[in-house]
Structure formats: C-alpha cells, structure tokens
T-cell receptor, first 110, second 114 residues
C-alpha cells in the first residue's frame, strides 16, 4: 500500500479557502486518491476522489500534482462545520479496503 | 432517508463477556465493513463482506467474529478473546463490484469495559 504524509493539524479562518496537502510519493499508477473526513464523534464521510485530473464536487476540489506524488484538497470557503479530521487514502483500482492514517485535524477559527 | 444504523451508541461490557454490535443498512449495498478506532488514531479494518454468506478477515480480526445472513445486516461480536476491546467501532457499506465507490459510515458504537 502507498504511504501518505499529512500535517497533523492545520488552522484556517472561517469563510477563507483551505488547502490540505497530502504527500503520497510511493503511489502506483493505478492508485486513486480518496479523501474522507471525520467530524467529532461521527463516522467518516466521503469527500472526493481522483486519479490524474483535478476533480470538483459540491463539497471540495482535488488538485493532483502532475507527477501524482502529492495532492491537495481544497475547501473553497471554510465554515465551522468543516472542522474535522481529513484523511488522504490511496486506493488501487479494484481494491475496496480503505487504509486510514492519522489524518489532518482542521480547526476553523470564527 | 437511506443510511447505516449502528446500535447501541454506547455499550459497556464486563470482563469475560461476549457482546454483539448491530449494523443495519438500507442502501441496498452488497459490501459491508467493520472498523475499529482507538483515540487519536485512524480506522483499522476488522472484517469485511462483499456478499451475503461470505466474509473475510481484515487487519485485526483476532478476538472478533461476524455473520452476514442478510444483505442488510452485518453484526460484529466482540469475544472475550479480544484483550483490549475498549474502542470506537464503525460500520460501513458500499456498492461492491464497482471500483472506487465511496464507503458510507454509521455513527459508531463506543464500547467500554467495566
């Protein structure tokens, strides 16, 4: 499995964009990059995933480096409800088993 | 609304007792999963099932057992053989056979030893 490195914690002001980085330098060519987040005392929630191209959905955008060794989850306008632990998870094509690291704890400052 | 229901939210167990955690989904998903989370840590996979009457061990299956008699239900039994059962247990489901489908999680059960 590809290893990931994420900052332990980050802070951001409310209503500002947030860029959450993830390093996955050992990723293979068929690994998709998934992002989940976990709000306090809840189960994780799927955010977004991608392979090579940048991806957008209603929750966030995912920017993937051209060499695929890193990616950035972008929350365009942070709200207090975005305070959570964010997990970056490489997942190879055909594999359905998620491997969670310790993620990045995002704090939103009002 | 479709989703995953885990019950109870909090559970207490005496030493030496088995305890069963419930997980029910109405999303019509084939695949279901059980994870364990310890404080400050990520989730670790205990068992998973891709179809009724079939399941596989995950990374930390020792001391746990599961059954999958119905598509909607995937109960987890924490046996007395599990030496450190105090943790947050999370159940998830997804569409099986379709690559990279997101997993949908319940709100978890917190198990504590009395």
């Amino acid at each position: 499995d590809a290893k990931t490195t994420q900052p332990n914690s980050m802070e951001s002001n409310e209503e500002e964009p947030v860029h959450l980085p993830c390093n996955h330098s050992t990723i293979s060519g068929t690994d998709y990059i998934h992002w989940y987040r976990q709000l306090p005392s809840q189960g994780p929630e799927y955010v977004i995933h991608g392979l090579t191209s940048n991806v957008n959905n209603r929750m966030a955008s995912l920017a993937i480096a051209e060499d695929r060794k890193s990616s950035t989850l972008i929350l365009h306008r942070a709200t207090l409800r975005d305070a959570a632990v964010y997990y970056c998870i490489p997942l190879w094509f055909g594999n359905e088993k998620l491997t969670f690291g310790t993620g990045t704890r995002l704090t939103i400052i009002p | 609304d479709g989703g995953i229901t885990q019950s109870p939210k909090y559970l207490f167990r005496k030493e030496g007792q088995n305890v069963t955690l419930s997980c029910e989904q109405n999303l019509n998903h084939d695949a279901m999963y059980w994870y364990r989370q310890d404080p400050g840590q990520g989730l670790r996979l205990i068992y998973y099932s891709q179809i009724v009457n079939d399941f596989q061990k995950g990374d930390i299956a020792e001391g746990y057992s599961v059954s999958r008699e119905k598509k909607e239900s995937f109960p987890l039994t924490v046996t007395s053989a599990q030496k450190n059962p105090t943790a947050f247990y999370l159940c998830a489901s997804s569409r099986s056979g379709v690559t990279n489908q997101p997993q949908h999680f319940g709100d978890g059960t917190r198990l504590s030893i009395l």
